[in-house]
């Protein structure tokens, strides 16, 4: 990756989805799409990619999703991380960053490829294909923790990355406003989304600060019988082991109050 060279792409080989035969009107609540998604409100340009031939139909179910999400539909001739470059240099070459392009290795593990390149003005590959331009991914929701490592690699490691955590739908309400972009702003802050889908720890170590809606974690409430203004709150063991980690690793936390004047600050 060339330095400065932000990601600015995505491309996602439809079989990656987990979308199966299930009806249009069910796409909103594919997991799947909801993170890539993401993407688009952080002004990357995302397709789904497919292998000629294909059905109609499915070709129809592809295009219908895309439609959806706001995505592109991207046909293409091979698989192959050679040929496919190529192909997406001459339909993106308008594209000035650096392209992903993910693909499901099929009995295999890790179980997904990510191969990264740019593009240059000639709509040429600039980037040779070796070990180096691929990183691996046991899970599709390890691929906002990818972005945010080759940026901070490709750009600046003063680079702030900012982890957070909250429920998708006041995230993305926050997200559709600007907030929390997973692409560099020009204040020098990168803004990484928490799963508890993945270990905690090696999402810690992107990480300089923590940004979270303590609310969105909480599971019991109890009061203290010695007195009415006394209580203990119980979070969620992913939330805990967030708190935990962050001492260990002497990040900074910021709880509620201070979310609306970090937000404003992108």
């Known amino acids: 990756m060339l330095m400065g060279e932000a990601v ?12 199966g035969t299930i009806q249009p009107e069910n796409f909103k609540s594919n997991g799947t799409l909801s993170l890539l998604r993401k993407l688009l409100f952080s002004n990357i340009q995302t397709a789904i990619s497919y292998v000629l031939p294909v059905s109609a139909e499915r070709v129809n179910l592809l295009q219908t999703m895309a439609k959806l999400h706001s995505f592109e539909c991207l046909p293409l001739t091979a698989s ?3 040929i496919a470059s190529r192909e997406i240099a001459q339909t993106w070459s308008h594209i000035s960053g650096t392209i992903l392009y993910l693909l499901p290795n099929h009995d295999a593990s890790p179980k997904i490829t990510c191969t990264y390149f740019s593009i240059a003005l000639d709509d040429e590959v600039t980037s040779a294909f070796h070990n180096s331009n691929r990183i691996y991914m046991e899970k ?25 955590i909250m429920k998708p739908s006041r995230e ?9 972009p997973i692409c560099p702003t020009p204040n020098g802050l990168m803004f990484l989304p928490l799963t508890f889908e993945l270990p905690i720890s090696k999402q810690l170590e992107e990480v300089d600060v923590i940004l979270h809606k303590a609310t969105d974690e909480i599971v019991s409430i109890e009061l203290n019988s010695s007195s009415e203004s006394s209580y203990q709150i119980g979070y969620t063991k992913g939330m805990q082991e967030l708190q935990r980690l962050t001492v260990l690793m002497n990040l900074i936390w910021y709880k509620d109050c201070m979310m609306q004047h970090c937000l404003f600050q992108v």
């Open 140 to 164: 599709l929701e390890e691929l906002p923790l990818t972005i945010c490592h080759l940026n901070k690699k490709a750009i600046s490691n003063d680079l702030v990355t900012v982890g957070y």
């Open 80 to 82: 192959s991380p050679d």
């Open 172 to 180: 993305e309400d926050f997200a559709k406003r600007g907030a929390f």
């Open 8 to 19: 600015r792409g995505v491309i996602v080989d439809h079989a990656l989805l987990q979308y």
